[in-house]
């Protein structure tokens, strides 16, 4: 996963020279098919543990949505290169996802 979090990183570095952390747009970077598939197994994974089992379908649908939102938005920007556990910092993210995404519907 390190791999490709860092092809992901390197994907548009000629078009970004010069400019300062706060201006790049991480928008335009590409993301490999095998990233994506690494983290939909963690989603997967994750929402197939017992914590998460007994909810529906449709929540357990917003949860995985809101994950790849976070992780879009702000989870790859973020995360810390020097480590070399990126599975432990994207679980997090998907279990921080998840009990917000309940905690949201249970508050309505």
Same mark, same amino acid.
């Given at each position: 996963m390190q791999a490709e979090l860092i092809k992901w990183r390197d994907s548009n570095l &000629?078009? &970004?020279?010069?400019?300062k952390p706060d201006e790049i747009d991480y928008t335009k970077r590409k993301m490999s098919d095998e990233l994506c598939k690494m983290l939909m197994a963690i989603a997967d994974k994750l929402l197939n543990r017992s914590e998460f089992? %007994? @909810?529906?379908? &449709?929540?357990k649908e917003? =949860?995985?949505g809101y994950?790849?939102?976070?992780? /879009?938005?702000s989870g790859l920007r973020n995360y810390n290169f020097k480590? %070399? %556990?990126?599975f432990a910092y994207f679980t997090t993210c998907a279990w %921080? =996802? @998840? !009990?917000?995404? !309940? /905690?949201?519907? @249970?508050k309505h």
């Open positions: &000629e078009n &970004e020279k010069g400019l089992r %007994n @909810y529906s379908k &449709e929540l917003d =949860a995985k994950f790849f939102y976070k992780v /879009m938005k480590f %070399n %556990n990126p %921080n =996802a @998840y !009990i917000s995404t !309940i /905690m949201k519907h @249970y």
